[in-house]
């Protein structure tokens, strides 16, 4: 009974007791109502909430614009814990960073090159996607090309596939799709998912029957190309130029932005036309992975490929030169 009538709002202790706990019932109302709108602010921006809880950030003290390519948006967010790299596209959904994320792990796991590691993938609410990524300060340069060579062949020692040649994902090479089916057969999966795609895609786009044409005539020829040649399935970055290839500030080589899959490592040389590969590099490389008998014929092999892209993406500014690998080809092979 006595706790009954210290309960009762006849007491004047109990009325003073109650009386001065509304201040500070209203201080946790409010506290309360300010956390929930944070929460409801965090769902409107799932990069933030991500951030700041799995990412262990408490608070984001700054965003900034880092540029990005022609196809996505990149900006830098500091916190109290470190700093993020995040990527955005406000028209494509998360497929395309999903690939490239699944691609960031595989070579991040060889241990070799150095790559920024993939956190998170997500839809804006706004439409669009995102990734969060590792955020690595680069260097002055794009490091040396000798270091570049030798942790690239790291990578494709390194990492083979049991499944053939392909990816476990379809993915993207600039905007255009990769299509990455298993295929057991490396010469039939680059002559229909590579050459062959995009020669259907250029077709379908600018009604350009007679590369069309010419290109299946050097498919169809390309066997003898490879005579001699130990193919195996390498982990390949895919898209290797000279905007995807930096340092950091001890001066080792990174590399980003991938199109993955598993490929004859030769295929990896296939954008040097722009990413300014020499000879430190070429030695280093061939030191841990041997040069292959016939290299040197198969090298314009793999610049058609991006050449090719380049044409469905940019324009027939990049005809001429696919034409002319083609028909050097035909020449050679006379086909």
């Known amino acids: 009974m006595a706790n009954?009538?210290?309960?009762?709002?006849?007491?004047?202790s109990t009325s003073s007791a109650a009386a001065s706990l509304l201040p500070r019932r209203s201080a946790?109302?409010?506290?309360?109502?300010?956390?929930?709108?944070?929460?409801?602010?965090?769902?409107?921006?799932?990069?933030?909430?991500?951030i700041l809880t799995e990412g262990k950030a408490t608070k984001i003290t700054g965003t900034s614009s880092i540029g990005g390519g022609c196809i996505n948006a990149a900006q830098r967010y500091e916190t109290d814990a470190g700093s993020f790299f995040v990527k955005t596209n406000r028209r494509i959904g998360p497929a395309m960073f999903?690939?490239?994320?699944?691609?960031?792990?595989?070579?991040?796991?060889?241990?070799?090159?150095?790559?920024?590691?993939?956190?998170?993938?997500?839809?804006?609410?706004?439409?669009?996607?995102?990734?969060?990524?590792?955020f690595i300060q680069f260097g002055r340069s794009r490091g040396d090309q000798s270091a570049l060579g030798r942790k690239l062949a790291e990578m494709h020692k390194a990492a083979k596939s049991d499944k053939g040649y392909g990816f476990y994902v379809e993915n993207t090479i600039g905007s255009t799709p990769q299509i990455n089916t298993w295929t057991a057969d490396w010469i039939e999966f680059y002559s229909k998912h590579r050459l062959g795609y995009q020669l259907e895609l250029i077709s379908q786009r600018f009604g350009d029957s007679a590369i069309y044409e010419k290109g299946q005539q050097l498919i169809e020829n390309i066997q003898p190309l490879f005579d001699g040649a130990v193919i195996e399935p390498c982990l390949l970055h895919g898209d290797?130029?000279?905007?995807?290839?930096?340092?950091?500030?001890?001066?080792?080589?990174?590399?980003?932005?991938?199109?993955?899959?598993?490929?004859?490592?030769?295929?990896?040389?296939?954008?040097?036309?722009?990413?300014?590969?020499?000879?430190?590099?070429?030695n280093s490389y061939f030191e841990v992975m041997p040069k292959q008998p016939g290299f040197e014929k198969r090298r314009d092999l793999y610049l058609l490929y991006h050449y090719l892209n380049h044409y469905n993406l940019f324009g027939s500014g990049y005809r001429s030169s696919a034409m002319s690998i083609i028909e050097d080809y035909l020449r050679m092979l006379k086909a």
Not at 104 to 109: N, Q
């Open 98 to 134: 999903e690939g490239e994320a699944l691609g960031l792990k595989a070579m991040y796991d060889t241990k070799s090159i150095r790559v920024p590691l993939p956190y998170k993938v997500g839809s804006l609410p706004s439409g669009g996607s995102f990734i969060i990524m590792e």
């Open 240 to 282: 290797l130029w000279s905007g995807n290839i930096s340092s950091d500030t001890n001066g080792d080589p990174v590399i980003l932005d991938p199109a993955c899959y598993y490929g004859h490592n030769e295929a990896e040389f296939g954008m040097s036309w722009c990413a300014g590969f020499g000879g430190a590099f070429y």
């Open 4 to 12: 009954v009538a210290l309960l009762s709002a006849s007491s004047p």
């Open 28 to 50: 946790c109302l409010r506290r309360a109502a300010s956390k929930l709108s944070v929460v409801a602010a965090m769902g409107d921006d799932p990069i933030k909430e991500w």
